[in-house]
């Protein structure tokens, strides 16, 4: 396996003037290798976009890395340590846009409304390419063929506005890819479209994957589009990874009482009625500055016991490289220990 980039025991802080430091993403390990999809899940603010960011050094100013490691190894170079390189250096930029692209919820995050996007795409390969434009443009049009975008040739000259929903999101995807990274992030890439037109993006994510061999980082709060996307699966919770390992494993015996209760929310996709549909957890995600002493879901979970307020939980291997954060797992004589390893 080609393994290209390794978090290590990474925690995010945040500071603000007049309150204590929180650490808001806590020793989040995870292994992202060339061809495959991690898929970070987890209730909005739970820290999956604050995690992406820091791999790309994109941290706002108030939020700094606290501890671990970030190895990133392109090619066959040695590995580089993302977090000892500074933010806007020449190797972190080197990485940023050229190794690492990210691409978003929002197209206009990253598309200029001032531009065509043929001129942006054209932009992008020609600083990673050193060729002029018109060699440039070939490639724009043979990218934005790739996105699925018709009229390719005809559309570069198109401004972001005139496009819809969809082709903008092919546009921003042509032009995340136009470096040939190595790793591409996206995060929540697909939310605010249709559901017809975020099964083809997911679609053209999985093809594009497999043509350029990339590894992707994929960011959502949506469980249905992990099991579409991804291989491998990291559930957060409240800056926290509390189970993490292959899709397959994770869906069929999920060990984690957040996993299930986000299980228990998927929309049933046959059949499905509204009681069906509205299975939420009980309870609000508190703030990161209230986190529960020892397991953070002690506020919300069915199943707390003594020990889950006191002792942040360590992790428990169940599986081949499939494990969970939680006190019922080695605590055999817990009350629900039992029906939770069965799946009750
Ligand atoms: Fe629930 Fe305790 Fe497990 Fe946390 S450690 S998920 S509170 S049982
Ligand atoms: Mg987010």
């Known amino acids: 396996k080609a393994e290209l980039l390794r978090m290590e025991n990474v925690s995010i802080v945040f500071s603000s003037p007049d309150e204590a430091d929180i650490e808001a993403v806590r020793q989040v390990d995870f292994t992202l290798t060339r061809g495959k ?26 939020a700094r890395i606290g501890t671990g490691r970030i190895l990133f190894r392109a090619e066959d170079e040695a590995p580089v340590d993302i977090v000892s390189l500074k933010p806007d250096s020449p190797a972190m930029r080197a990485i940023r846009g050229n190794r690492i692209s990210m691409i ?31 060699a440039a443009r070939v490639r724009t049009v043979d990218l934005l063929e790739q996105v699925g975008i018709p009229g390719a040739r005809q559309r570069a000259d198109a401004y972001p506005f005139q496009l819809s929903g969809g082709l903008r999101q092919r546009a921003m995807i042509a032009m995340a890819l136009a470096c040939k990274p190595d790793l591409l992030i996206a995060d929540e890439p697909t939310t605010a479209l249709d559901v017809t037109t975020q099964a083809q993006i997911l679609d053209l994510l999985r093809a594009l994957q497999e043509e350029y061999g990339m590894a992707m980082l994929f960011i959502t709060h949506d469980l249905g589009v992990v099991a579409e996307i991804a291989d491998e699966v990291a559930v957060m919770y409240l800056g926290d990874v509390v189970e993490q390992g292959n899709v397959f494993d994770v869906f069929r015996a999920p060990q984690h009482p957040y996993t299930r209760a986000l299980m228990r929310s998927i929309p049933r996709m046959v059949r499905r009625t509204e009681r069906e549909r509205l299975a939420p957890i009980e309870g609000n995600v508190p703030s990161p500055r209230n986190r529960p002493k020892g397991c953070a879901f002690t506020s919300r979970c069915p199943h707390a016991f003594a020990p889950c307020t006191g002792d942040y939980p360590e992790r428990t291997t169940t599986g081949e490289a499939h494990w969970a954060r939680c006190h019922l797992l080695t605590h055999d004589g817990a009350p629900a220990a039992a029906g939770l390893r069965q799946g009750t």
Request: charged letters at 25%; a negative charge; aromatic letters at 2%.
């Open 104 to 134: 978003f919820q929002e197209p206009m995050s990253s598309l200029s409304p001032v531009h065509t996007i043929g001129d942006q795409i054209d932009e992008m390969i020609m600083i990673h390419e050193r060729i002029d434009q018109k």
């Open 37 to 62: 999809t991690l898929a970070l899940v987890g209730e909005s603010g739970c820290g999956k976009s604050v995690t992406a960011r820091t791999i790309l050094r994109l941290l706002d100013r108030n």
